[in-house]
């Protein structure tokens, strides 16, 4: 088995992220071209199931470069704890995400509350991420840092699935 060099393995997963950018830009330019030839339609909930189909799935792609990526540069002890630091900045931000949400919209502008809860429902995905990264950790406060981080949004995740389930089961009775 040849040895890949690092440089060629990140120009490789650059390539990768680029390509996953263009397949990207043309599904929602088709779409965006779907929706100007059929407006009324357009409007309608199967079209809103299929933009999320479409969101998740490129996602999905975004996905597989963001995996290489990560099993890179699991060597490197300071980028890997900086990156692990990171994630745990970004699983703080579902909290806040959660709480602002939970305000409603007496207290915060719609745009917050627009802002708040995409980042929660992607939170599935972020977590993946997370999970992954922390299988891979190699060094101590790296690993330290992405179980911090994982259980955050764990946690956090299972609250907005409890408040949801509890909120839906108030409006029924």
Not at 117 to 128: T, V
């Amino acid at each position: 088995m040849k040895f890949i060099p690092l440089r060629a393995q990140l120009w490789l997963i650059a390539l990768a992220y680029a390509a996953v950018f263009v397949v990207a830009a043309i599904l929602l330019y088709g779409r965006h071209l779907q929706e100007l030839k059929y407006p009324a339609e357009a409007s309608g909930g199967m079209w809103a199931g299929g933009d999320l189909l479409l969101d998740i799935f490129i996602a999905c792609l975004f996905m597989v470069p963001t995996a290489f990526l990560i099993w890179v540069t699991v060597g490197f002890e300071a980028f890997y704890t900086s990156y692990s630091k990171f994630l745990l900045g970004l699983s703080l931000s579902a909290p806040v995400c959660l709480s602002v949400l939970f305000l409603g919209e007496k207290h915060v502008g719609e745009s917050l509350i627009a802002l708040c809860l995409y980042r929660l429902i992607w939170s599935p995905f972020i977590l993946a991420g997370m999970g992954i990264s922390r299988l891979v950790a190699q060094f101590d406060r790296a690993k330290r840092f992405a179980s911090y981080a994982f259980l955050i949004e764990v946690l956090t995740l299972g609250i907005a699935v409890a408040l949801f389930i509890h909120e839906a089961g108030a409006k029924r009775h």
